[in-house]
C-alpha cells in the first residue's frame, strides 16, 4: 500500500516510534529513522525491517530541535532516498514538575523537542512536498495538549502546539496537495510511561488498560494514506479524553 513512498520517522529508535516505522515498512515504504541517542536500537530496527519487509532503511542521528541539523539530515536523507512522501514528527521529551517550582530549562528543553522539533522538520521537509506536489505530515501529539495535567505545563504547552502546528500546516499545504493531521495518544505503554503503570490516572482510561505503541501506529499508517483527512486530531486514548 505505502510501496514507493520514503517515511521519515523522528523518535524511530524506540517506543511508539518504533512500531510507526514497523508498521510503514509492513506496508511496503521505505523508512528513514531519525534518532537521539540510541543508535544501536535505530540501527537494529532498519536490520529488521530490511529482512523482514524488503524495504530500504537507513538510521539518522539528528537532535530534531537544532534547525541546521535537521537541515543537513533531511538533505542527506534526501541524497540517499531521493525524497520524502510521509513525514512522522514523533520525538518527544518530558520533563515534568510543578509549575511553581519549574526550571526555565525544562520549559525551554520540552518546547525546543517537542514543538520546534516538529517545526524544523515540517519546515526542511515541505520544499520536497511541494516539488512532488504531495504528502502526509503526521504530528503525534497527547492528550495532555487537550485536557491539561497538573506536573506537566511544559508538555501540555508543547502537544497543544503541535495540535495549533497542525491545523495551520494544513490549511496552508491544502492547496499543494499535501495533508496535516496529528494523533494524540492517552497512555501508552513505553519508556515514557513506565512509572504510570499504578498510578489513578492509568486507572481512569474508560477501556481499562494502558494502549500499546502498535495501536497508535495503525493511526499513523491510516493518515499516511488517507487522501482526504486533513487538520484532524486522531485520539488513540482508551477514551480518556471524551
Ligand atoms: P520514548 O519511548 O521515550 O521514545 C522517545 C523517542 O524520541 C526516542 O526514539 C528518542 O530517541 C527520540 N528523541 C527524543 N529526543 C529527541 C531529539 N532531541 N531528537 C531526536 N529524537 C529524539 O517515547 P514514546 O512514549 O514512544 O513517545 C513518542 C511520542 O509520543 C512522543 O512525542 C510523546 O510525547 C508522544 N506520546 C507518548 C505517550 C505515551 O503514553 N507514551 C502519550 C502521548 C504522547 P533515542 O532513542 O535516540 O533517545
Redesign the pocket.
Known sequence: MLKGKVALV????????AAVVRKLASQGADVAV?????EE??EAICREIREEYGVKAGAYR????DFAEVKQTVNQVKADFGTVNILVN????TKDGLIATMKEQDFDDVIS??LK?AFNMIRHCTGLFIRNRGGSIIN?????GIMGNAGQANYAAS?AGVIGLTKSVARELAPRGVTCNAVA????D????KELHDSPLAASIPLGRMGK?EEVAEAVAYLASAGYVTGTVIQVDGGIAM
Open positions: 523522528t523518535g524511530g529508535s524506540r517506543g511508539i516510534g531519525v534518532y537521539a541517542g540510541s536500537a535505530a539528528c537532535n530534531v530541535a514523533n520525538a518527544g521529551i523537542v517537542n522539533g503525534i501529539s497527547s492528550v495532555t502537544k495518544p492517552g497512555f501508552i513505553t519508556d515514557m510511561t505503541p
